[in-house]
């Protein structure tokens, strides 16, 4: 990615704002200005654009984003093709497999949840629509990887490393291109607790036409219901029957 020679230092203390904003959940003037190290007058003054413009909300001396950019984020997902297209597939693994059942496309090297849906079995855990992750740790990520361009694969790996989420987690270069030749091979991604510990997770990309990668399609399981034959060849040719059926919806819509 170039880097921009030429920011616009407001719009990017904005941002930083917003972020902090979601990071301390609701803040005052004074929190926020001490979590972000910016002056009180400059964190006033940003909050009071924004307030305006209905992007956060006060109530009292605190400040929360406002659902503004719920309608921004909402209506980004929904012109997504992976999203219009593989939403049915989903929601059909989820009930089939009765587990958790979710999307994952790309951006700027980092793996963003489009879609969860949970079947009536399914484990809660830490994730949910629009969440950003490392995609080295897990099967969603690792699935898109494998089929990325070498150099943005590098260029990833050089901006993020490799950050160990748990024992589990793949660490080595080496180590994670020879599991990119495996994936390619079987078609199929596997996570083994390498980001949620007890949790394992089956993948596989969705590729268009063109043969770019597009995202990927998971079921997700506790390690209890997910092992022997039901994770390592039940559930991948439910995922890959899936892939396959977003890939055609996509190539001949």
């Known amino acids: 990615m170039t880097e921009n020679k030429w920011p616009i230092r407001s719009v990017q203390t904005s941002l ?24 009180k007058t400059t964190v006033f003054n940003h909050l009071k654009t924004l307030e305006e413009e209905e992007f956060v909300v006060r109530t009292g001396d605190s400040y929360r984003l406002g659902l503004r950019y719920l309608e921004l984020g909402e209506s980004a997902r929904s012109r997504h093709v992976l999203f219009q297209k593989a939403k049915p597939e989903v929601l ?23 879609f969860i849906t949970a079947g009536e079995n399914a484990v809660r855990t830490d994730t949910r ?54 994936i390619r091979a079987e078609g199929i991604a596997f996570d ?39 994770f390592r060849k039940e559930i991948p040719e439910l995922v890959k029957n899936a892939a396959n059926v977003v890939e055609l919806e996509i190539r001949y819509s």
Do not use: C
């Open 16 to 39: 930083q704002i917003t972020k902090g904003l979601r990071e301390l959940q609701d803040a005052t003037i004074t929190e926020l200005a001490e979590h972000l190290g910016i002056p």
């Open 92 to 114: 059909k693994l989820a009930q089939e497999t009765g587990e958790l059942s979710g999307i994952s496309t790309e951006e700027y090297g980092q793996g963003v949840f489009l």
């Open 129 to 182: 629509t629009g969440m950003r992750v490392y995609l080295h740790t897990f099967a969603l990520g690792k699935a898109i990887l494998a089929y990325t361009p070498e150099q943005r694969v590098k260029w990833i790996l050089d901006r993020f490393g490799l950050p160990a989420m748990t024992p589990n987690t793949i660490t080595d270069r080496e180590t994670l291109f020879e599991e990119f030749e495996t």
């Open 192 to 230: 083994d607790e390498e980001r949620v510990k007890g949790l394992r997770t089956v993948a596989a990309p969705i590729i268009t036409h063109n043969e770019r990668v597009l995202g990927a399609i998971s079921v997700a399981a506790p390690t209890s219901r997910m092992k022997n034959e039901r």
